[in-house]
């Protein structure tokens, strides 16, 4: 129980000091580049960090038309977020399909995410921010549900 609880602890550490930049710098507010130069490359970022698991680097291009989530989220829903999003992304694979622009300054793509032998296909939004930065806004989350039910059964 005490190695579960220093584990724990260590663990919330480790994110608190993710989620506050570290020694490296934070969002915008704190000088460092936040978002992607494009909008496909923020869907690659985006599912690179949920696959790393790196809390960091998806708060950097995960956001809005107002630019990062980091800069404008509660550091405390924040995590919650990222953590339940993180369940369901994770993956072997990756594969961005079609983009269907409905608007300017924002682009869906179909997503093919691979974990194991499961392949579940879902719409990811990309919006343009702040510096002509791109962000993801929106993931659909329910074709992706069975893969982080999977996950937490290991």
Known sequence: MKRLNVSMIA???MIATAACGGNSGGGGS????????SPKLA??????????????????????ERGA??????????EKRELTMMCYLTHDRFEIGADITPKQ?????TVELTRGRQTRETKITAVQGPSERWYVLDVQL?????LCSNQQKR
Do not use: C, K, N
């Open 69 to 78: 989530a980091r800069d404008v989220v509660d550091r405390s829903q924040l």
């Open 105 to 109: 300054g924002e682009h869906d793509y």
């Open 142 to 146: 329910a074709p992706l549900q069975d």
């Open 11 to 13: 663990a919330g550490v």
């Open 30 to 37: 704190h000088g460092q580049m936040t978002g992607a130069a």
């Open 43 to 64: 869907v690659e970022q985006f599912l690179a960090a949920a696959r790393a698991q790196d809390l960091q680097a998806f708060s950097s291009i995960w956001g809005s």
